[in-house]
DNA sequence: TCTGGGGTCCTAGGACCC
DNA sequence: TCTGGGGTCCTAGGACCC
């Protein structure tokens, strides 16, 4: 028995998710935009066919979209995420090992009979998740993560394979390496790539050929890793149990520049109100916190700032935490820049379990005790009553400030508002 | 007019120490 | 022309991922 690395992703998750709680968009075209509305980050494979491309900004495509008479959608992230966890947890309960790599994608492991396709193994767990969770996924099988990366991808590009193919069980493997564009290999990105082409190395097999000291020299254990799992070699192991999570940001574009320090303040008050709940919810304290903004990336002025502070007691708390963070919009602004995004991050993060608390820290304990239960209070109601209901001094966010989801679709499986109504004649 | 958001890992270089 | 050699820890920034 030796161990087979599995990697299962759903396909065109955003728009699949759209399609499986919306029937009447079953088969169609269907794209989902980014936050904002900004740029497409997902089409169904019937837009794709159409010929709708990746990540380009809807404003550029809305009459071809609206020509072909394809659906679009806002991004519902509440309703993808209730099904990834129902997606996840099958998957579990199927694979030896199960690491979740992100919303639609995990790595797993299982063991493989001496020369035995897995081939019916993955038909059957595919037929499962369909019937249970309505979402089609596709299963690649290798030695390592970086090769089953390249089978899932080889069992979406080839129709015969119909979403699963093994490159384990293939002892010859160069001809199929060989149909792997260079920049479809698992980490290699822009920069790698570009290098790579200068070189001649232009698919997978080449990559896995070259010499090993070049690759080293430029981009050290990182690239070398890649080129060994190329070859078979097993370099980066599947994590069962998520590690601790190391940082924690929130960020927006705005529907319109900003270019004074108030308008600053308001959002990053806003932002860090946000990361704050985030921590509570997790149990979770920070003692840094970074606070950043930036113009249009695609204007010829691109101007970005960013500055950072410590906290020197970990903390969840939204009073202190607004406090560091205005010093830092302070130090970042510049006047007469047109920002037009601007987030914040919370590093060294710990849990609130083992907090050793110092004698003295300046707030004395009721006054300390005081802040927490405000913040409970806080959380309590806009859990209840929704996220803005109550905030901070100028937390309010006016009404065109928001990002803008024109398109959204409804959250059937987590929302009892949306639950659909049956009339029985 | 309008181009996402949230992460991880690695490395180079500075500060500091003996 | 010369300026010690190493080790550790921290941080900013780059590159990558979905």
């Given amino acids: 028995m030796s161990k087979v690395i599995l990697q299962i992703d759903g396909n065109n998750f955003y728009a699949s998710c759209e399609q499986m709680i919306d029937p009447s968009i079953k088969g169609k075209g269907v794209i989902v935009l980014s936050n904002n509305d900004g740029c497409i980050i997902a089409r169904s494979s019937e837009a794709r066919k159409m010929g709708i491309p990746m990540g380009q900004p809807y404003f550029k495509l809305k009459d071809k979209l609206a020509q072909l008479n394809i659906n679009v959608r806002s991004s519902n992230y509440e309703l993808y995420g209730d099904i990834s966890n129902r997606l996840m947890h099958l998957l579990r309960k199927n694979c030896e090992e199960l690491e979740i790599y992100s919303i639609d994608e995990a790595f797993g492991?299982?063991?493989?009979?001496?020369?035995?396709?897995?081939?019916?193994?993955?038909?059957?767990?595919?037929?499962?998740?369909?019937?249970?969770?309505?979402?089609?996924?596709?299963?690649?099988?290798?030695?390592?993560?970086?090769?089953?990366?390249?089978?899932?991808?080889?069992?979406?590009?080839?129709?015969?394979?119909?979403?699963?193919?093994?490159?384990?069980?293939?002892?010859?493997?160069?001809?199929?390496?060989?149909?792997?564009?260079?920049?479809?290999?698992?980490?290699?990105?822009?920069?790698?790539?570009?290098?790579?082409?200068?070189?001649?190395?232009?698919?997978?097999?080449?990559?896995?050929?070259?010499?090993?000291?070049?690759?080293?020299?430029?981009?050290?254990?990182?690239?070398?890793?890649?080129?060994?799992?190329?070859?078979?070699?097993?370099?980066i192991p599947i994590k069962e149990t998520q590690l601790d999570r190391k940082e924690i940001s929130v960020s927006r574009s705005f529907s319109y520049p900003i270019d004074s320090l108030e308008e600053l303040n308001k959002v990053i008050i806003k932002y860090v109100l946000m990361a704050s709940n985030k921590l509570r919810k997790n149990n979770l304290l920070c003692s840094s916190i970074t606070v950043f903004t930036n113009t249009n990336i695609y204007s010829n002025d691109f101007f970005k700032s960013e500055a950072t502070e410590k906290i020197n007691i970990p903390t969840s708390n939204s009073k202190i935490m607004i406090e560091k963070s205005l010093l830092l919009t302070n130090k970042i602004f510049k006047p007469y820049k047109k920002l037009i995004k601007a987030g914040v991050i919370l590093h060294n993060i710990q849990s609130n379990k083992y907090i050793q608390k110092p004698l003295f820290n300046g707030l004395g304990i009721q006054k300390e005790l005081h802040l927490e239960r405000l913040d409970n209070v806080i959380d309590n109601i806009n859990t209840r009553n929704g996220i803005n209901t109550i905030g901070w001094g100028s937390s309010v966010i006016e009404e065109e400030w928001k990002t803008s989801k024109r398109k959204l679709s409804n959250i059937m499986t987590t929302n009892i508002e949306n639950i659909a109504t049956i009339y029985a004649i």
């Avoid at 991808?153 to 001809?175: C, E, T, V």
């Fill in 109 to 235: 492991s299982i063991s493989r009979p001496p020369q035995k396709s897995l081939y019916q193994w993955g038909k059957d767990l595919r037929a499962l998740v369909y019937q249970n969770i309505g979402i089609p996924i596709s299963i690649g099988m290798g030695e390592t993560k970086v090769l089953s990366k390249i089978s899932n991808h080889l069992a979406k590009k080839i129709q015969k394979y119909s979403g699963i193919f093994d490159i384990g069980i293939i002892q010859n493997k160069d001809p199929y390496l060989k149909q792997i564009h260079i920049n479809q290999v698992w980490g290699i990105g822009k920069r790698m790539s570009i290098w790579l082409k200068n070189r001649g190395i232009t698919n997978a097999l080449e990559l896995k050929n070259m010499s090993s000291n070049q690759i080293k020299e430029k981009y050290g254990v990182v690239g070398l890793r890649i080129q060994y799992e190329l070859k078979g070699t097993l370099c």
